[in-house]
């Protein structure tokens, strides 16, 4: 889903739900802001929203795979009370795999 802000009504990225290496009912959590705009908690209020959109469908969890040197997706995953589960490699690089159960 494309994430505007509110004021601007400008167009800064993306963040949403994505089969890509879980599944429909446990989907992975995804998102992707324009530099200019990072460090603004965007990314957190964005997949905050996501979160509760997931619930709301009834999904019980969600998961998260982050490259180990992405330091702020992983700030934004700890401030939405993701924990990290288990690391896969892929391509030869490792991916930390993180998860959240939802009410
Ligand atoms: C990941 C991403 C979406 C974060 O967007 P954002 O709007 O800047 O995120 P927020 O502002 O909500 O939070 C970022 C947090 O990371 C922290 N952070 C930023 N750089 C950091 C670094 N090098 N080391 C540690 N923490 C860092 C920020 O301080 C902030 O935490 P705080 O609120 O405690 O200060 C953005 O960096 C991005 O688009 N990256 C490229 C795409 C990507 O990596 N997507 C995720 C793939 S798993």
């Not at 965007?42 to 490259?67: C, F, I, N, P, Q």
Request: proline share 4%; net charge neutral.
């Amino acid at each position: 889903m494309p994430v505007i802000r509110r004021a601007a009504g400008d167009f800064i990225g993306y963040c949403g739900l994505t089969v890509g290496r879980a599944s429909v009912d446990e989907p992975e959590i995804a998102y992707e802001l324009f530099r200019r705009v990072h460090g603004q908690g965007y990314a957190t209020e964005a997949a905050s929203a996501v979160l509760d959109a997931a619930a709301a469908t009834g999904r019980k969890r969600l998961w998260a795979t982050v490259r180990p040197w992405n330091a702020p997706s992983f700030r934004v995953l700890e401030k939405l009370g993701f924990e990290r589960d288990h690391v896969s490699t892929e391509d030869g690089v490792e991916l930390v795999w993180l998860t959240r159960l939802l009410r």
